[in-house]
């Protein structure tokens, strides 16, 4: 089984083509999807500035707050979602548009307030409408593709208090991954990881040990940081291995299970973990 995510702006027709061969040779896939520079352009649309945030950590998101929350809504599922499942559909696959909210998908508890740096202190911002994903309803995405769909999933999750919230697209395909114990392909717009983010040619192409996976984390710039995160989760929720691999490719999703971009497989976790045991 394959679960691939892709950014909606960025999708390519090769990536369309590839689901429907794959599909149509008998292999299931459930694709998921995001869409944040959709969000962006909405919300700059209706006059409103799309606001990130940096964390302790070091890492760069979303604040989602009320109104950011109500475009998310309106963009990804009702729009992204919908006209990615009728491309599919036009290219013969039974295709099934499901958000996380659908059959409690993908649930969890709920941020209503995340720790930000800004002007060099910690602070704590609150307002936030964001989760993150603890469950997959595995039996509703295997239901479907025994039934000969496929699903074809975006945020928002279904938080506690069963409120729709945001969610990061590739970490929620990583929980969808790791709950199929499928294999995870990550399409982005770069080769893969890159050992020198300004250099094409120093793409490091794979990650099996331990010093090899923290190798590619440190390598991991900006965005590129969330999808090794994200790599790194699904494998230890059961993934049976994930590539990160270019959107731009003439056959993104083939090339990348052919041996494009960067693999990453369970030994780089497993190992860590008897190492740590």
Not at 90 to 118: M, N, Q, W, Y
Not at 215 to 236: H, I, P, Q, Y
């Amino acid at each position: 089984m394959r679960v691939r995510r892709a950014c909606g702006p960025r999708l390519r027709a090769g990536t369309i083509e590839d689901v429907a061969a794959l599909t149509g040779e008998g292999e299931d896939c459930v694709m998921v999807h995001g869409g944040s520079t959709a969000v962006d352009e909405t919300l700059e649309r209706l006059g409103e500035e799309p606001e990130y945030v940096e964390t302790p950590r070091g890492v760069v998101g979303r604040f989602t707050d009320e109104r950011t929350m109500e475009t998310f809504a309106m963009v990804l599922p009702g729009k992204l979602n919908t006209d990615l499942t009728a491309s599919l559909q036009a290219s013969g696959v039974d295709a099934v548009g499901l958000s996380g909210v659908d059959g409690g998908l993908l649930t969890g508890p709920r941020k209503s307030a995340v720790k930000v740096v800004e002007d060099g202190r910690t602070k704590i911002r609150r307002g936030e409408h964001s989760g993150t994903i603890e469950s997959v309803n595995t039996d509703l995405l295997t239901g479907l593709l025994e039934e000969g769909y496929t699903p074809v999933v975006t945020v928002p999750m279904l938080a506690e208090d069963h409120t729709p919230v945001n969610a990061d697209a590739d970490r929620a395909a990583a929980a969808v991954a790791g709950a199929l114990g499928a294999r995870l392909v990550v399409l982005t717009d770069v080769r893969g990881v890159l050992a020198d983010p300004d250099d094409p040619d120093t793409l490091i192409e794979r990650a099996g040990t331990p010093d090899e996976l923290a190798r590619v984390a440190s390598a991991a710039e900006g965005f590129m940081g969330k999808k090794v995160m994200a790599a790194r989760e699904a494998l230890d929720d059961g993934a049976a291995g994930v590539v990160v691999a270019d959107a731009n490719a003439d056959e993104p999703v083939r090339a990348a299970l052919d041996g494009g971009g960067t693999h990453f497989t369970p030994a780089a976790i497993e190992a860590g973990a008897e190492g740590n045991a």
